[in-house]
Nanobody, 124 residues
């Protein structure tokens, strides 16, 4: 089992940047594929980005492609989401998730463990 804690959220102006961090404890993170999801007010939880166990392959939602970058440091048991050129529509609670597979994909149901989330608010 792995416990996940997100950090790095906050309030930022449109066009700004934030880096979210997902820190893991328990089992080593290298045994899990990782993903980031978000839930905007009144909406469903949506896929944002995913990365394989080794970090060799990444996948992004079309809405964030070219602006967000997912990465991981297995030695530090940490996953990151670098978010650039933020837009007001990026406002949401962001969650990291771990999947007991090589690549978790875009479906939240394929992930086994979740963090508590961190709020990102982008002002216009």
């Amino acid at each position: 089992q792995v416990q996940l804690v997100e950090s790095g959220g906050g309030l930022v102006q449109a066009g700004g940047s934030l880096r979210l961090t997902c820190s893991a404890s328990g089992r080593t993170l290298s045994t899990y594929a990782m993903g980031w999801f978000r839930r905007a007010p009144g909406k469903e939880r949506d896929f944002v980005a995913a990365i394989t166990r080794s970090g060799g392959r990444t996948y992004y939602a079309d809405s964030v492609k070219g602006r967000f970058t997912i990465s991981r440091d297995n030695a530090k048991n940490t996953v990151y989401l670098q978010m650039n050129t933020l837009k007001p529509e990026d406002t949401a609670v962001y969650y990291c998730a771990a999947a007991a597979s090589y690549f978790g994909g875009t479906n939240s149901g394929d992930y086994n463990y979740w963090g508590q989330g961190t709020q990102v608010t982008v002002s216009s």
